[in-house]
Every structure is written in C-alpha cells, then in structure tokens.
C-alpha cells in the first residue's frame, strides 16, 4: 500500500470552459459551484454508465478545481473585506472546500491507476472496491461543494466594498425567481426534457412555469442528459444551469436571498492506493 503521487494536471478537459472574463468576487464564487456541480455530474454519469470520459479528464477537472478554489480565496482577500463574522467563516469554508478539492484529485488519480489497462469500457464501476470504490470517496468529497461555496457567497457578499459589486439587475424579478436561481446555483434542480411537467430540486420547491420564465429571460439554461436518470432504463435528466447573466444577475441579489450556512467541514485522510452515488444534488 502506498500514498498516490500527487496529480499532474492532464490536458483532457472535463468538459468545456468559455473563454474567461473580468468577474466580480461574487460572480466568481457562483462561476465555481457550477463548476464543481459539473464535475460531480459526471462522476454519477459514469457510475449510471452513461458516457464515461477518459479517466485524465477526471483527474484534470479536480485539480482544476482546487486550483480554482484557492484562486477565489485569493480574489476575496484582494477585497480586503473586513476580518468579521460571517466573512472569516466563509473563507474558512472555502478554505475546506480547496483542500477536499486536493483529496478528491487524489483519490481520483488511484482510481486511475486501479483501472484495470484493458477495460475500455468501465460502465458500472463497483463503489466498494478497486476503481469504483475511489471514485465514490472522490465524490464523497466534493458533494456539498456547490452549496457550500453559495453559502460562503452569500455571506461574503454583504461586506464586500461597492466598487466589488456587480449592477445587473433584472426588473420584476420576485421573490420565487430569485429563490430559483438560488437553489440553480447550488445544483439543485434538474428536469426532464423541455422541462416537461417536473423539475427535480433539494430543498425548496421550485416551479417549473418559473424556470421557463428564467429560461426566456436568459437566467438559465439546461445542460442536456447530463444528469443520471432517477431510474434505470429512464432517459437522463438535464441539469438547469446560471448564464453568465444569471450569474450576473444573482449575484446582485444574492444577500436578499436567505439560505442557512452548512457545517463546516472535518479534514479526510489522503487515499491509499491499491495495487492492482448517485445524487442529484
């Protein structure tokens, strides 16, 4: 048994990345729990067997994201927000958030060396061993990312100076818009196709009428069948999503909205590597 090197950053990507903007900290921060609840969406595609990516891309996304993570911290600290309650604990948060970032990089990087070299197909990984097994502790650890990063935006976002302060605003938006793009922004909602007649969330109920009428607004968007299916043989949902508009625009909003700040985080032992979950959150 020894400890897994620590990761290079491969060159295949996860998925796609649009080219980079001036955000504020706040767009940022929200910027960054979409990208954790991509990169959590497709580990449970692949445990649902449904398009499994080369196992680099795995490995490049976490380390992308605990890159990211610390970047954040970085862009808050150039604020220079006042070292008061809740501003410290929500660092503190996505201090926790970069280093399960690094723990997940790593247990990723000894799934990838437990896969066996000729299975080219590894649909249905066995989450209690070997290659499976890892990639569930890997989850495991970036599962509350999203949520926790919003939260940590939230709080961040009431003491930020003005000049830090996006001004996007979108006129007539209610209070159940702006609780919708909240629960979105954590990767709570997924639909079926078209939005049909359900929309799948986590803790409040959100209406589908009212993500269609995010949708025509620009706010959200669905990512197609990247959500596994609640059950087997059904078609995959979509994940609903923020635009960079809704980014923008939540952002704004995003002190006015009220959501509970998670428990903070307790370190996890870095993996040991072996010779040889779905969720919808």
Do not use: W
Not at 105 to 115: G, H, M, N
Not at 139 to 144: E, I, K, S
Not at 202 to 229: I, K
């Amino acid at each position: 048994m020894t400890t897994p090197p620590e990761p290079h950053a491969p060159d295949t990507p996860l998925f796609d990345v649009e080219a980079p903007v001036e955000l504020t900290v706040v767009e940022r921060l929200l910027a960054l729990a979409d990208l954790y609840t991509r990169h959590n969406d497709a580990i449970d595609l692949l445990f649902a067997g449904r398009t499994p990516l080369p196992p680099d891309a795995y490995v490049s996304s976490s380390h992308r994201l605990e890159r990211e993570t610390l970047a954040g911290i970085k862009a808050v600290r150039q604020q220079c927000p006042p070292a008061v309650e809740p501003v410290t604990s929500a660092v503190v948060r996505l201090k926790q958030t970069a280093y399960l970032a690094g723990g997940a990089t790593r247990y990723l990087t000894a799934a990838r060396q437990a896969r066996p070299a000729d299975d080219a197909d590894p649909a249905h990984p066995d989450p209690r061993r070997g290659f499976g097994q890892y990639l569930r502790l890997a989850r495991d650890l970036t599962a509350l990312a999203p949520a926790a990063i919003v939260a940590s935006a939230t709080q961040i976002a009431t003491r930020l100076p003005q000049r830090a302060r996006n001004t996007t605003t979108v006129p007539g938006l209610d209070t159940a818009q702006r609780n919708a793009l909240l629960e979105v922004a954590q990767g709570h909602i997924a639909v079926t196709d078209q939005y049909g007649q359900r929309a799948y969330g986590h803790t409040v109920l959100v209406s589908v009428d009212v993500l269609r009428n995010l949708e025509a607004q620009g706010l959200v968007e669905r990512g197609s069948a990247t959500v596994p299916p609640l059950f087997p043989g059904d078609p995959s949902l979509d994940r609903v999503r923020l635009t960079a508009l809704g980014i923008a625009v939540l952002s704004t909003v995003i002190n006015t909205v009220h959501i509970p700040a998670p428990q903070a985080a307790r370190p996890v032992p870095a993996p040991a590597a072996s010779s040889s979950a779905r969720a919808h959150r």
